[in-house]
C-alpha cells in the first residue's frame, strides 16, 4: 500500500521561505513521478510541479524561479522549497504519486495516488 505524508505547512509572512515535504511508503518515491499540486480557497486544485523518475523537473510558468521541487531517495521523501512566498501562495498544498508512463503531469488525474495536504498561509 503506497501512502503520503505531507508535513511542513503553517503560517509564513509575505516574503518568507517554506519547505515541505512527502514521505513515500510503500514503494520508492523514484519508482514514481511525484508532483505538488495546490487548491487554493474557492479555486480548483492547480499544478504546481513536478518531478520524473528520471530527475527532470517542470513548474508552473508563475511559480518559476520561487519554488523547486527535490527528492532525497534515501530518505524516500519528496521536497518543495517555497521562496518569496506571496499572499496568493495561500492554498492547501498535496502531494501526488504516479506509477504509470503517462505525461500529462499538469493534470491531477495522471496522478493515483494523494497525500492529505498540508495547509500554507501567507500573510500581508
Known amino acids: 500500500q503506497v501512502q503520503l505524508d505531507e508535513s511542513g505547512g503553517g503560517l509564513v509572512q509575505a516574503g518568507g521561505s517554506l519547505r515541505l515535504s512527502c514521505v513515500v511508503s510503500g514503494r520508492t518515491v523514484n519508482n514514481f513521478h511525484m508532483a505538488w499540486f495546490r487548491r487554493a480557497p474557492g479555486k480548483e486544485r492547480a499544478f504546481v510541479t513536478v518531478?520524473?523518475?528520471?530527475?527532470?523537473?517542470d513548474y508552473a510558468d508563475s511559480l518559476k524561479g520561487r519554488f523547486t521541487i527535490s527528492r532525497d531517495n534515501a530518505k524516500n521523501t519528496l521536497y518543495l522549497q517555497m521562496n518569496s512566498l506571496k499572499p496568493e501562495d495561500t492554498a492547501v498544498y498535496y502531494c501526488?504519486?504516479?506509477?504509470?508512463?503517462?505525461?500529462?503531469?499538469?493534470?491531477?488525474?495522471?496522478?493515483?495516488?494523494w497525500g492529505q495536504g498540508t495547509q500554507v498561509t501567507v500573510s500581508s
Open positions: 501526488a504519486a504516479d506509477s504509470g508512463w503517462g505525461t500529462k503531469y499538469f493534470s491531477p488525474d495522471e496522478y493515483e495516488y
Open positions: 518531478i520524473t523518475r528520471s530527475g527532470s523537473t
